[in-house]
């Protein structure tokens, strides 16, 4: 009996590399969320500064970490600081079930992504209870076969599970890093409900200014945050974190 009930809560399972339209289109009217699709985001440009596009030399496994350097050092260009008292860059490709959560009713949810900004300074073991920012890369490669916005799917989960399980509003960055066709996912309130906000077409400038002002305006680089107690003087983010966690992860089970 535990084989086949084993059997059957895997066959339940939500992958998010393998979560189709119809399966996700099921999951966010179970949730009761929509998506919201803005044009991107205004960003006040410095023509001085520009994000230099990467090189994938390798496949996705074995180029991340080197990816992943480059991005960062990108970002300190567009005003991103790394280091004590501020943020720092977690590899957590190999994790794959790092974001994994179970939900009573859809069944388990499974999967990770490959670097999430946190605070500095907080194990590996404990970066998704902080995450600010999770990038899921593709190759050049991978989006020349497939278009980037057929990952789309696998980025909405990504933003679920992240902002699952951390107590900072995570924004989700879908992109091969080397064209300026990013993806970016974002909570919002529409409405007084919560909603997925999604921007497309989103340039690497673009992309690196708003991961900037996210940082800025809606985390903190402290490893002991906590969402406070009452809603007085709390930013827009952190009001927003409150909903979701009273209404979505109130039902919900980490696995």
């Given at each position: 009996m535990k084989e086949h009930a084993d059997e059957e809560k895997?066959?339940?399972?939500?992958a998010f590399s393998t979560v189709s339209k119809n399966t996700i289109r099921s999951y966010l009217a179970f949730i009761k969320m929509a998506i919201l699709v803005e044009d991107p985001p205004n960003a006040v440009e410095n023509n001085d500064v520009s994000f230099e596009p990467f090189q994938w030399l390798d496949t996705e496994e074995k180029d991340t970490p080197r990816a992943i350097s480059h991005l960062e050092q990108e970002l300190k260009k567009?005003?991103?600081?790394?280091?004590?008292?501020?943020?720092?860059?977690?590899?957590?490709?190999?994790?794959?079930?790092?974001?994994?959560?179970?939900?009573?009713?859809?069944?388990s949810v499974s999967g990770g992504t490959d670097l999430l900004i946190a605070p500095y300074g907080i194990a590996i073991e404990s970066v998704r209870k902080l995450s600010c920012v999770a990038f899921e890369f593709k190759t050049n490669v991978a989006v020349d076969q497939k278009e980037l916005e057929s990952f789309y799917y696998e980025a909405v989960m990504e933003l679920i599970a992240t902002n699952y399980h951390s107590d900072q509003m995570t924004l989700v960055v879908l992109t091969d890093l080397c064209t300026n066709n990013c993806?970016?996912?974002?909570?919002?309130m529409e409405s007084d409900k919560l909603a997925i906000l999604k921007y497309s077409d989103v340039t690497l400038n673009?992309?690196?200014?708003?991961?900037?002002s996210h940082?800025?305006?809606?985390?903190?680089?402290?490893?002991?945050?906590?969402?406070?107690?009452?809603?007085?003087?709390?930013?827009?983010?952190e009001i927003?974190?409150?909903?979701?966690?009273?209404?979505?992860?109130?039902d919900m089970t980490t696995s």
């Open positions: 895997e066959s339940n399972t939500i567009f005003g991103v600081i790394f280091g004590r008292n501020n943020y720092k860059m977690f590899d957590v490709h190999k994790y794959d079930t790092l974001l994994s959560f179970e939900d009573e009713k859809s069944g993806i970016l996912l974002t909570l919002t673009q992309m690196a200014i708003f991961v900037h940082l800025q305006q809606n985390c903190f680089p402290i490893r002991t945050y906590s969402l406070p107690d009452g809603n007085e003087g709390l930013r827009e983010s927003i974190m409150k909903a979701w966690k009273k209404e979505r992860v109130s």
